[in-house]
Structures are given as structure tokens and as C-alpha cells.
């Protein structure tokens, strides 16, 4: 399971992060949107925070 935001979207981020998710790295140029190519973080989730799932 991976979880993917933008870099400059930080409200995603601290979504994530609230979820259980760790941020683990940048692909860089991985995405496209309206303005142009953007950095996506990658997050996984944290394996002690989904024993409740």
C-alpha cells in the first residue's frame, strides 16, 4: 500500500501522515497538472499503525 501527494500540498501530507503513513521518498517529475510537471512525495504506512485494520 503506497499513498502519493504533491510536494507543495501539505494538507495531503499531514493527511497522510495523520493516517499512519511515514513519508518515504521524492519522485521527482511524477505527475502532471495544470501548471506543469510536479514532485510527488511517497509515503508507506507504518507497520505498527495498522495492527487495528
Known amino acids: 500500500m503506497q499513498?502519493?501527494?504533491a510536494t507543495g500540498n501539505?494538507?495531503?501530507q499531514r493527511?497522510?501522515?495523520k493516517a499512519g503513513f511515514q513519508k518515504?521518498?521524492?519522485l521527482r517529475n511524477a505527475d502532471y497538472?495544470?501548471?506543469g510537471r510536479v514532485d510527488?512525495?511517497?509515503f508507506s504506512p507504518v507497520p505498527d499503525d495498522l495492527?487495528?485494520?
Do not use: N, P
Open 3 to 5: 499513498l502519493f501527494a
Open 10 to 12: 501539505t494538507a495531503s
Open 15 to 17: 493527511v497522510a501522515e
Open 24 to 26: 518515504k521518498g521524492v
Open 33 to 35: 497538472i495544470r501548471t
Open 40 to 42: 510527488l512525495f511517497a
Open 51 to 53: 495492527s487495528g485494520i
